[in-house]
C-alpha cells in the first residue's frame, strides 16, 4: 500500500510539475498521496457519499484526471507559455529516479518489518482503530460518532482506515516511513536555503548539523514515534512553510501551486481547529510573493469549501447527542468567517488599497495575534494564566522537551547579533506560538505541566520549524563571519 500510494503521488507530481521533477519532488509523493487519500475521503464523507473501498480509489482517480486538466489548461493559457518554456528546460534525472526508487523499496521493506518501534495510546487507538473501523463499517458521518465528529482530526482518522478498507492489521508501517520520509524531505529543505548563502561544503555541514539537532531532539523523537494526529500535523507544517517560501521564490508558479494548494488544505484537516491552524498559515504566506488572486483560488477557496461542508454535515443535517464538544457550532461559525474574510481582503484588498499597511504586514499580523492574546487575559484572565504556566513549566521540565529548550536560547545567545536577519520563516514560527497560546485556551479546559497535555503538543508541533529556523540563524552566522573574515 505504501509504494501504491508513492506511485499515486509521483504520478500527481509528474503531471503538476512535468520535466522540472527533482529529488525532492520524489520525496513528497508519499505525503502527497496521503492527502489526497485523506481529502478524497473527507470529501466523501463530508457530502455522504458512501466511503468504501471501491469509492475512495475511484474518488482519487478522478481527483488525479481533474489535476491534469487543469494543469493542461494552465499551461495552455497564454500567460503561462513562459513557464512551459522554462519547464522544458529542465530534464527527469533517470539515474536519481532509480535511486529514489529503489531506495524507497528498502525504506518501505524496514519501515513494515516493525524493527522500529510506534508508541501508542488510548488516544491513538481510539482515533487510528476504533474511529477508522466505524468509519469502514458505516461508511458514512452519522448520529453515533457524534464525539469523534466535534473532537477527532478527519483527515488523520480517514487516514486511519487505510488498513482496515485495504485489508492489513495496523498503520504502524505507514508511520514509520512518513517519518523517514519527512527528515529526507527536511535534509533536502535546509541544504537548498543553507546553499542560498554558503558554499556547496559549508551546506553540507550545516545540513548535517541540523538534521543531527533534529532527530535527536526529544521532542521531535518522541512526538514522531507517538501515533497520533500531532505527529502529521507537524511534518506537514513544515513542508508548508518551506515549499511556500521555495515557490514564491521562482518566477515559474503556475501549476506549482496546485502542491501548495494540497498541502494546504491537507493540513487543515489535520486536527479538528486545522482550518484555523490554515487559515494563519495562509496569513503568513501572504508575506511572500502570491499573487493574491492565486493566495484566494488556490490557498483559501480550497479550506473553505472542505470546512464548510464538513461542519454542514455535523451540524445541519445530524443531530449530535453530546454534551461536550471541542468543536462547537460558535466556533464553527468564526472559523468559516474568519476563512471568508482572507477570502475577500485577498480578491478586494491585498495591493489594492492601504498599501502603507501593508508595507508593514508582517509586523501587523504579530500585533492582531498579541492583540488577541490580550482580549483572551482580560476576558479570562485566570484561565490564561494558568495556561502561561504550564507552557512555561512543559518547557523548561520533565514534559518532552529534555535540553531541547535549554539548546535554542543557547544558539540565540551565541550567534553574532549582527548577522541575524528577520525572515518568514521567523515571522511563521512566532505567529504559530502565538496562536497556540489562544487555541489552548480557546480548548476549554485548562492546560497542564505533562508531555501529552494538548498545549504542550501544540507547541511540540512546531519543534520542527524551530529546528529549520535555528538552521538559517546558523547559516547567516557562518556568512557573516566568512565576509568579516574576507573584509579583513
Known sequence: MILLLTGYGFLF????????????????????????????????????????????????????FVIWLFSKMLLSNKKNAESEIAASTYTLDKKVLII??????????????????????????????????????YGNYNMFLDDFLTDASQGVAVIGTIPFLFGFDEIFGLLTFFNIDFIAIFICAVYELANEKLSQRYSIILTLVSTLILITSMPFILMSRWLMANMFFMEYFVMVAFFAYKYSSETVKDT???????????????????????????LCIMMLDFDSKEIALYFVAPVLLLHSLYLARIYLFITL?????????????????????????????????FMRLQKHYSLLLIAGLLFANAAVLVYDPSDYIVNIKAYIANLTGNSGW??????????????????????????????????AVVAGWARGDVLHASFGDSGNRLL?????????????????????MLSEGENS
Request: aromatic fraction near 12%; glycine fraction near 6%; proline fraction near 3%.
Open 13 to 64: 507530481l509528474c503531471v503538476v510539475k512535468g520535466k522540472a521533477i527533482k529529488l525532492i519532488d520524489m520525496l513528497m509523493s508519499f505525503p502527497i498521496a496521503l492527502l489526497m487519500y485523506a481529502l478524497t475521503g473527507f470529501f466523501l464523507l463530508s457530502v455522504a457519499i458512501p466511503f468504501n473501498s471501491y469509492t475512495q480509489p475511484l474518488a482519487m482517480v478522478i481527483l488525479l
Open 100 to 137: 529514489w526508487a529503489l531506495a524507497t523499496a528498502i525504506v518501505v521493506l524496514i519501515s513494515a518489518s516493525g524493527i522500529i518501534p510506534v508508541s501508542v495510546t488510548n488516544d491513538s487507538m481510539y482515533y487510528f482503530s476504533e474511529y477508522p473501523r466505524a468509519l469502514v463499517n
Open 402 to 435: 529534555g535540553l531541547f529548550t535549554a539548546f535554542v536560547v543557547a544558539v540565540l545567545i551565541i550567534i553574532p547579533k549582527k548577522s541575524i536577519n528577520v525572515n518568514y520563516f521567523d515571522f511563521t514560527l512566532v505567529t504559530y506560538i502565538l496562536l
Open 460 to 480: 511540540i508541533q512546531a519543534v520542527p520549524l524551530m529546528v529549520l529556523v535555528i538552521s538559517l540563524k546558523l547559516r547567516d552566522a557562518v556568512y557573516y
Open 256 to 282: 506549482r501551486l496546485l502542491v501548495l494548494s494540497a498541502l494546504i488544505s491537507g493540513i487543515s484537516v489535520m486536527r479538528m481547529e486545522g482550518g484555523l491552524y490554515a487559515g494563519v498559515i495562509i
Open 321 to 353: 447527542r453530546t454534551g461536550v464538544q471541542f468543536m462547537t457550532k460558535g466556533k464553527a461559525a468564526i472559523l468559516l468567517g474568519f476563512l471568508l474574510v482572507i477570502l475577500l481582503y485577498n480578491l478586494f484588498i491585498r495591493n489594492k488599497r
